[in-house]
């Protein structure tokens, strides 16, 4: 009894201190932040209509694995497998990042995986900038709820995304960025180590700094 009237106390507490936060910020009306559940979510991206791909996709690809993960890798944008089968890195890019997740020692499972973009663009061009800012919210949303320790952005378009830089990957690659107070590392995208072997060396450095931060 003593326990739940102390936790109440503390509830109150906590209650009075963000309603004083809000005053302060000159917002008067009392409201609780709205955390989206992950499954309410990929319920919103699945009847999305808000730019023309959902005319052409076959399935939207949300994204998949641990809700509670430590660690969410972002690629870009669903491809032909992915379109196919409504999830994220199942093609040969994605088998090409499992084997990177298993040399980290995890399991697909143990991550998180998505995409800044949920349909797939016509014949896998780029995404264009109205896409990925219509698309946006969807991913923040997605990382809000989720709350990794590290986010590995794959790609340029995952970097510009998330941390609205446009420099060269090649010059973002292995250094942590900050989004939210998330450590973000920046590497390549798995498709473009398909057709630059020689470039995974570098993203196993990428890797083994995650790792690290993953420990602390
Ligand atoms: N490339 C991506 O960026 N995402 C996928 O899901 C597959 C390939």
């Given at each position: 009894?003593?326990?739940?009237?102390?936790?109440?106390?503390?509830?109150?507490?906590?209650?009075?201190?963000?309603?004083?936060?809000?005053?302060a910020?000159?917002?008067?009306?009392?409201?609780?932040?709205?955390?989206?559940?992950?499954?309410?979510?990929?319920l919103e991206?699945?009847k999305?209509?808000?730019?023309?791909?959902y005319?052409?996709r076959?399935n939207?690809?949300?994204?998949?694995?641990n809700?509670?993960?430590?660690?969410?890798?972002v690629?870009?944008?669903?491809g032909?497998?992915e379109?196919?089968?409504?999830?994220a890195?199942?093609?040969?890019?994605?088998?090409?990042?499992t084997?990177?997740?298993?040399?980290?020692?995890?399991?697909?499972?143990?991550?998180?995986i998505?995409?800044?973009?949920?349909?797939?663009?016509?014949?896998?061009?780029?995404?264009?900038?109205?896409?990925?800012?219509?698309?946006?919210?969807y991913?923040?949303?997605?990382?809000?709820?989720?709350?990794?320790?590290?986010?590995c952005?794959?790609?340029?378009f995952?970097?510009s995304?998330?941390l609205?830089?446009d420099?060269?990957?090649?010059?973002?690659?292995?250094?942590?960025?900050?989004?939210?107070?998330?450590?973000?590392?920046p590497?390549f995208?798995?498709?473009?180590?398909?057709?630059?072997?020689?470039?995974?060396r570098l993203v196993?450095?990428?890797?083994?700094?995650?790792?690290?931060?993953?420990?602390?």
């Amino acid at each position: 009894m003593e326990k739940t009237r102390k936790e109440l106390r503390e509830i109150i507490r906590s209650v009075k201190g963000y309603m004083r936060a809000q005053k302060a910020a000159g917002i008067e009306e009392f409201f609780l932040p709205r955390r989206q559940s992950l499954e309410g979510l990929s319920l919103e991206v699945a009847k999305c209509r808000q730019c023309p791909l959902y005319k052409t996709r076959k399935n939207p690809v949300f994204g998949q694995g641990n809700p509670r993960a430590h660690l969410v890798f972002v690629g870009e944008a669903p491809g032909r497998d992915e379109d196919l089968k409504g999830l994220a890195f199942v093609g040969r890019a994605g088998e090409l990042l499992t084997k990177i997740i298993e040399a980290m020692g995890f399991k697909r499972s143990d991550v998180y995986i998505c995409n800044v973009l949920k349909c797939r663009p016509p014949q896998n061009r780029n995404p264009l900038p109205s896409e990925i800012a219509l698309c946006r919210a969807y991913l923040q949303q997605q990382l809000e709820s989720i709350n990794p320790k590290v986010i590995c952005c794959l790609g340029k378009f995952a970097c510009s995304a998330l941390l609205n830089q446009d420099f060269p990957i090649s010059k973002l690659r292995g250094k942590f960025q900050d989004y939210r107070g998330i450590k973000v590392m920046p590497t390549f995208h798995p498709a473009y180590l398909l057709r630059n072997p020689q470039a995974k060396r570098l993203v196993w450095e990428d890797m083994r700094k995650v790792m690290a931060e993953l420990k602390k």
